[in-house]
């Protein structure tokens, strides 16, 4: 029997609030019919696998009719399923086999941008006095032809392109084949949230909503100014990218978004415990964004900026860093961390170039992110300790690392296909002789099936670690404090409820040892980390943690 979505969220309003949140990627989760790419009816066969693991709710990442300029970030529907993907049938197969195994459900919205092949686009440029001439940012020439403004794409080059028909030009944040939405327009607005309203009848959820913090763009379409080089960083657009050289101020960013944020919030209140997680790039305001978009309980339940993310290393003073910053931009706000997604390195192979027992430090890793205030997104291939991919030009698929080769490889090196079995045909993926990309013989002999009951294995400690950490609520609603300690150790405590937890991470190579703060501890165990407490001295191990709890 299937359980309704408001009967799966009836015993926990706020199941969002320290929710872990199994990112899956479509195209590269399971494919069940043979051609090479995932899909639906293949995420379905795979829920168990999110179950046994401890999941809360998956985030599926868009699956809509596309051209799959973007690989699906470039929506030509909203309301169906691609046929690559399956139908709107299987969609509701997986809704109500996620929810009987007790998995919600999250949907990627991507609604600052269409394909250009969307229906509305199609109408909008083939005139300037169509009904939807203004559903999309257009602009005239400045007198010597050129764009309006200074604005930049993130994916390249400026962000407007030329339409010979409407003797215009139309704002693309992204690939030309992306035009930006006019969401000062309230008619779009209006569209945009049927589209929320038919997703959530059939069940969802919840939405990630991609690039939220672009929806607007100033109305006046002032230059952006110059910003200083040493303001640059390259946390949302890889160095090379002359994007790095503007302040976005008047390109994304704008004001007018906390109006549409209160709309679309309630649209997701006429439903039972519907959350939403917004996505802010931005490489100078992003938690400042995260705060404004979180405040007031009246727009995003939580959002995700760039932090964890980026490039810089992960060291015991950032991570406190992060969290301290995240308090003081959003006092109200909760935050929904990840260390890796389908768009940046994964993060064994980002931050542990250097380490010698990658299998250790993935654990760590995944017991700093599992031990964060905010909730938590897990990508899939992570709880394997999956690297990146290293893939051949020959073989990119990403139109961002063609046009930014060799200097930024694109994001196809973390997009390669979930390997289930060792020993099968595509490690499980597919029967196909070719999938969309190519499977690396790392990740084979990283397999479900080859770690799969090996308690010492990357993928039996997220297991059991997300199990000890259901047995602490103080992990997932708990509020945190940083402690005084070594430059290698990370030591906070969580707090909830009259529960203190005491967590402590050797975030190093070599043993140290750590003074266990003064009261009364008892050592938690299940977590699956061995360090020794001997008078009041804590030995942790390389990539060691050790966890306590007050009285």
Known sequence: MSISAEALSASDKDWWRGAVIYQIYPRSYQDSNGDGIGDLKGITARLPHIAALGADAIWISPFFPSPMRDFGYDVSNYCDVDPMFGSLSDFDTLIAEAHRLRIKVMIDLVISHSSDQHAWFIESRSSRVNPKADWYVWADAKPDGTPPNNWLSIFGGSAWAWDPTRMQYFMHNFLSSQPDLNLHNPEVQ?????????????????????????????????????????????????????????????DKNRPENLDFLKRFRAVLDEFPAIAAVGEVGDSQRGLEIVGEYTSGGDKMQMCYAFEFLAPDHLTPARVAEVQQAFSAAAPEGWACWAFSNHDVVRHVSRWGAEVMDRDAFAQQLSAILLTQRGSVCIYQGEELGLTEADIAFADLQDPYGIQFWPEFKGRDGCRTPMVWDEHALQSGFSTADRPWLPIPVEHQLRAVSAQQGHEGSVLEHYRRFLAFRRQHAAFAKGDIAFLDAAPEVLAYERLHDGERLLCMFNMSDAPVAASLPAGDWQVLEGHGFDSTLRDGTIDLPAWGAFFARHG
């Open 190 to 250: 209006d569209a945009l949230l049927d589209v929320v309203r038919f997703w959530l009848k059939r069940g969802v959820n919840g939405f990630r909503l991609d690039t939220i913090n672009f929806y607007f763009h100033d109305r006046e379409l002032r230059d952006n100014p110059a910003l200083a080089p040493e303001r640059r960083n390259a946390s949302t657009a890889p160095a090379v990218n002359p994007y790095n050289f503007q302040e976005h101020i008047y």
